[in-house]
């Protein structure tokens, strides 16, 4: 057995032990886990087709399956990318017509897959000699067809990921760009791999440097599961009127999170220092008592779905998800919490990052991201000026 050979079979080991990982860990949404999973399923058929090469009987049949599963791969990987870094854990039926590239494909290979042992070998024998073959059979993609094809799906998906990337770069802090600028490497690693791919069906190379593909793959595969590693959590979710409307049909019941009496975000007035004396501060409001008792129940509800973790959300699209007015959502934030609307997500944001930081299963900066500030600074300042420590001080304090 050739060196190349056994180090596919390693890989392709590997790649099933990384697809475990995939699937048991909570470091990305579901989406972003299933397509980053069919992307290594297409990488597993490349690698097996390729380390069976030298057997004709086994290759004629494999091509059938890593055929359409390896043009995938620049797509799921566009799809993994994007689900991740949106945090969009809904399967949206847009993201279909990504798909109409392989299923064109095992359409078109169709006529070959019905084809005996014997026929697909003859097949193969006139595409090489250059003879006639039946017309149905004419479409299906060969070998530097497919490299073509696979090369360029990989240099226009790579580019929308790039883009998305560079959305992000933009919208973050500074904390942000230093966890993204890991992942440039890995970009310009699997852009260098296409770009060889592209240069074997551009020279037509003979099958003798299939070690070169091989050797590509096998690239392409360490570079993505680093990416999946490494690739920080950026998005976040926005709850939908419809949510609201299911929220609403709800019997209400008290938020059930680790929140003492003391520090509940929700009492039925605020409190001020006045002279260094507590002071209840009471308002004129022109929001009616079972109104503002309707919009507190709605409150609670949505942010124990976690709105609160949106870090674009303002007080006017949290008053927009409420259905009220910006003005009368103030007034009843002021009226019925510990302070106003900014008081209020924070202390839920905090309270959260609490429950993460003890779970100890995440990095203080995914908990920031997680939890919805911009930038690790922020929340550092925000939970030492609630807490009197820092969150690795808060963390080891609660483990001792």
């Known amino acids: ?108 290979m169709m006529p070959y897959n019905m084809l005996d042992e014997s026929a697909k070998q003859q097949f193969f024998v006139h595409v090489y000699a250059n003879e006639p073959i039946p017309w149905q059979l004419s479409l299906m993609p060969i070998r530097f067809s497919r490299l073509l094809l696979i090369s360029g799906l990989g240099s226009v998906y790579l580019y929308l990921s790039w883009h998305e990337l560079h959305v992000e770069m933009n919208n973050k802090k500074n904390d942000v760009l230093r966890e993204i600028n890991r992942l440039k490497g890995g970009f310009i690693g699997i852009s260098i791999s296409f770009a060889i791919v592209f240069g074997f069906f551009l020279f037509r190379l003979p099958h003798k440097f299939t070690w070169m593909i091989s050797s590509i793959v096998l690239i392409v595969t360490a570079i993505s599961c680093m990416i999946f590693y490494y690739l920080p959590v950026l998005g976040k979710n926005i709850l939908s009127h419809q949510a609201l409307d299911k929220i609403r049909s709800q019997p209400f019941a008290p938020r059930s999170e680790q929140v003492s009496e003391q520090t509940s975000p929700l009492l039925s007035s605020i409190q001020i220092p006045i002279g260094g004396v507590l002071v209840d501060k009471q308002y004129r409001s022109s929001v009616t008592s079972n109104q503002a008792e309707e919009v507190i ?77 911009n930038s690790k600074s922020s929340f550092y300042t925000e939970f030492k000026r609630r807490t009197e420590m820092t969150p690795h001080k808060y963390k080891k304090s609660h483990r001792g």
């Not at 058929?45 to 059938?64: H, P, R, V």
């Not at 709105?307 to 002021?334: F, M, P």
Request: proline share 2%.
């Open 297 to 373: 129940k709605d409150l609670a509800h949505i942010m124990s779905e976690g709105v609160y973790k949106d870090s674009k959300l303002s007080l006017g699209k949290l008053a927009a998800q409420l259905q009220i007015s910006t003005h009368h959502l103030s007034q009843i934030i002021n009226q019925h919490t510990q302070g106003n609307y900014f008081d209020l997500i924070n202390q839920y944001r905090i309270q959260d990052a609490k429950g993460l930081l003890l779970e100890g299963e995440m990095s203080v900066i995914d908990i920031a991201y997680e939890v919805g500030y």
């Open 1 to 108: 057995m050739q060196l190349m050979t056994i180090l596919l079979l390693i890989s392709v080991g590997m790649s099933f032990f990384m697809m475990g990982y995939v699937a048991t860990t909570p470091h990305q949404n579901n989406k972003a886990r299933l397509c980053f999973s069919m992307m290594l399923i297409g990488l597993i058929s490349l690698m097996i087709e390729l380390a069976i090469f030298e057997d004709g009987g086994s290759y004629l049949y494999i091509i059938s399956i890593s055929g359409p599963l390896s043009v995938s791969v620049p797509i799921f990987f566009y799809l993994y990318f994007k689900a991740s870094m949106g945090l969009n854990d809904e399967f949206q039926w847009r993201n279909i017509k990504h798909l109409a590239f392989p299923l064109i494909y095992l359409i078109v």
